[in-house]
Every structure is written in C-alpha cells, then in structure tokens.
C-alpha cells in the first residue's frame, strides 16, 4: 500500500489520517481471538481498569502472540509507517487499549512523545502511531478525539506530575493538559473522532493532543496501537530503562511481509 501525495499531506496538515476497513472480518475476528488469549498471560502487561479484573491496556503482545507479531510486518501497516517516517523502523511499543463495555475507563488529554520524552528520552518525535479497531467505533463506545493540527506546535507539557497513576506504564493521565490548554487548542482547531467498523486504522503524529472518554455503552473498545519509530532516534540505556514490555529493545529495521498476516502465518502452521 502507498499513500498517495494528497494522503501524506493531510498527515501533516492535520496529524493523522483514517482508512476505513483496512482490515477485513476475519482478520479481526483471528486478531481478537489472539487478544483474549493474552490476556489470560499474567505479568506486569496486564494493566487493570481500577477495581476490576478486566484489561485496560495490555502492553508488547507481538512478544507473545504469533498473529501481532505478523501483523507489525503487515504491508498495509508497515509500508504507510515507513513512507511517512523512513525505510528504517522498528516497534517501538505496542499495544492494545480494551475500554471495556460499562465503564472502561477515560484516556486523558495528552501527546504521546511528552511521555516518551520524559520516561525515555527519546531524542526525538520521530514516531508513527498505527491506530487499528479491534471493533466497531462510534460514538458510544470512547472513540479516540484528536485535536487536528495540535502536532505543529510543540509539546504543550514537558513534565510529569509526581504523582504515579501506574506503576507500570506512564498513564496519560500523569502529562495531561490543563483544562486552559486543552480549551485553548480546541476553539482554535476543533476536534475530530474518527469512526468506523472493525479493520478501520487511524496513523496518527506522536505530538498530537489526544484523549478519549470512558465507556458507559454494552460495547467494548479495543484499540490496538502499534508505535514504529525511526531506528537512528533510539532512546537512552542509561540509568534505569523502562521494562521492554513498554519500550522495546529489538531496534532492527523491520520488513513488510509480501502479502496479509495471515498467510504469512498460514505459511508458519503448514
Ligand atoms: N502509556 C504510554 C507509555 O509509554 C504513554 C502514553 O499513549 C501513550 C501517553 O507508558
Ligand atoms: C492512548 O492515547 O494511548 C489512549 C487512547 C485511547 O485508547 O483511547
Ligand atoms: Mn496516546
């Protein structure tokens, strides 16, 4: 898949882009089933909605899970990540947000290199986020809000609150903006949610304001966020790294498959 001249400067225009139904029905229906199975693996990647046993985000399943670690080398994923960045990426986190049905918690305003700034130093915004709805998004179920055009000017928030949400991520709600921030940037650029069926995919800017409500519907949200980032922008080693569940440390330079992950993974079980 190449993205078209148009489609790469809306990404830059407006800090992300959605393709409907990238994936099809089954691919998602062998992908949610890969998801249930890891979540049943206990480990500090499982993170828990407050007061629950369900997951809220379950964090490097393509460590796990034969089906994600083809579908990160999928041409369809790959390739538009490697277009918009460099021919050079690797996985740089991955993981899968489940907002479940009744009460899945909120995603707090935030830009995701803030995060990765802070807690990794990474050098640069050198990243792409590949957004792909496990399933059907509206606007019940706490669709992912962006603010378009928000990735042009910076960080808004350079620090952390010293309050930890998580001990074993970074939560957005710890780099959240202001109420007066986050005001500020909407009258100015307004807000957009993307929505769509299962299989849709959304690319967007790490530097992109971001945020999501909770889940009050009988459906969930599992959004599967795969992060590539540019293999000469790695982040430092020194002092104590966070675990490779949330930074991963494999920085070769990734491949696409020649076809869908499913026949790659067809191939591997014949
Ligand atoms: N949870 C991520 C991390 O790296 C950061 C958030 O959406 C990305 C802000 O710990
Ligand atoms: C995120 O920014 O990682 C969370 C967004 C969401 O899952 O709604
Ligand atoms: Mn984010």
């Not at 990765?116 to 050198?126: K, V």
């Not at 669709?143 to 001990?167: E, K, M």
Request: net charge negative.
């Amino acid at each position: 898949m190449q993205l078209t001249q148009t489609q790469i400067e809306e990404y830059r225009e407006n800090g992300f882009l959605f393709f409907e139904s990238l994936l099809d029905q089954r691919e998602i229906t062998c992908l949610r089933k890969a998801f249930q199975r890891d979540c049943e693996v206990p480990g500090p990647q499982l993170i828990l909605e407050e007061g629950r046993d369900e997951a809220r985000a379950v964090y490097a399943s393509h460590h796990r899970q034969p089906e994600f670690a083809a579908l990160v080398r999928d041409p369809r994923i790959l390739a538009p990540a490697r277009q918009l960045l460099t021919d050079d990426v690797y996985v740089y986190q991955f993981k899968i947000n489940a907002k479940p049905a009744f009460g899945g918690e909120k995603w707090s305003w935030h830009q995701d290199y803030a995060a990765w700034r802070i807690a990794d130093r990474l050098p640069a915004p050198r990243q792409i986020n590949v957004g792909l709805f496990l399933d059907d998004v509206d606007e019940f179920n706490g669709p992912v809000i962006y603010i378009p055009g928000s990735h042009r000017t910076g960080l808004v928030r350079d620090d952390r609150d010293a309050s930890a949400r998580s001990a074993q991520h970074l939560d957005p709600d710890d780099i959240s903006l202001t109420p007066q921030q986050l005001a500020e940037l909407a009258q100015h650029n307004g807000m957009v949610s993307p929505k769509g069926p299962a299989g849709s995919v959304v690319l967007f800017s790490p530097e992109i304001v971001h945020g999501s409500a909770p889940n009050m519907s009988p459906f969930p949200r599992r959004l599967l966020i795969a992060t590539y980032n540019d293999c000469a922008n790695l982040p430092s080693w020194e002092g104590e790294p966070r675990p490779e569940h949330v930074v991963c440390r494999d920085a070769d330079p990734l491949r696409p498959l020649g076809s869908p992950f499913l026949d790659e993974l067809g191939a591997v079980a014949a």
